[in-house]
């Protein structure tokens, strides 16, 4: 039987948070907070409380900084200064977990990008703007009902249907 560190899927995030980083490209000079570079077997990475705006660059770095960078399944950028959802997340299909809380995102619409991530279970985006908006999580939930957490809530049986009344009104508007 192999222990945490051994498999892929359990071990330690690749751990960039509070490093005081702006750019995707300062992720290869500045050393993680848990363990050595490079690369590390794991499917999860902390990129939270930074400085960071834009996420130009993320899958050449992350080709230096992981194993299977195609495999990530775990992506922490709470608490940046993100105003958009990067296309460039939806890159990495294998998703499951997306945290985004903490931005300044101010469009709801920035959601749809999202729509391709297969895998994608777990989402958080409180503490956007675009969390003020009425009809907030019946929209997310409408583009994203394969969720089953949004914000730390688990998603109940009246938010799927709040959503799939939002996918009737959404497709009215069209």
């Known amino acids: 039987m ?24 300062e992720l290869l000079r500045v050393q993680p907070r848990a363990g050595p570079l490079p690369p590390q ?22 080709e230096q900084l992981l194993v299977t960078p195609a495999q ?17 997340l939806t890159t990495f299909r294998a998703l499951r977990s997306l945290q985004l809380h903490g931005n300044s995102i101010s469009s709801l619409a920035e959601v749809d990008k999202l729509g391709v991530l297969p895998q ?28 089953t957490s949004l914000d730390f809530s688990g998603v109940t049986k009246q938010d799927r249907e709040d959503a799939a ?10």
């Not at 990530?72 to 105003?83: E, K, P």
């Not at 409180?126 to 994203?144: A, D, F, I, K």
């Open 41 to 62: 077997p794991t499917h999860a990475l902390r990129l939270n409380n930074n400085s960071l705006e834009a996420l130009g660059g993320l899958p050449p770095t992350l």
């Open 165 to 174: 009344n939002a996918r009737l009104q959404h497709g009215k508007k069209k």
């Open 2 to 25: 192999l222990s945490w560190g051994e498999r892929p899927e359990l071990a330690s995030p690749l751990d960039f948070s509070f490093c005081c980083i702006s750019s995707i490209k």
């Open 120 to 147: 994608l279970r777990r989402l958080t985006l409180h503490g956007n703007p675009m969390e003020e908006q009425r009809g907030y999580r019946s929209y997310v939930l409408s583009l994203l009902p394969h969720l």
């Open 72 to 88: 990530l399944h775990w992506l922490d950028l709470s608490f940046n200064r993100l105003t958009a959802i990067d296309p460039v």
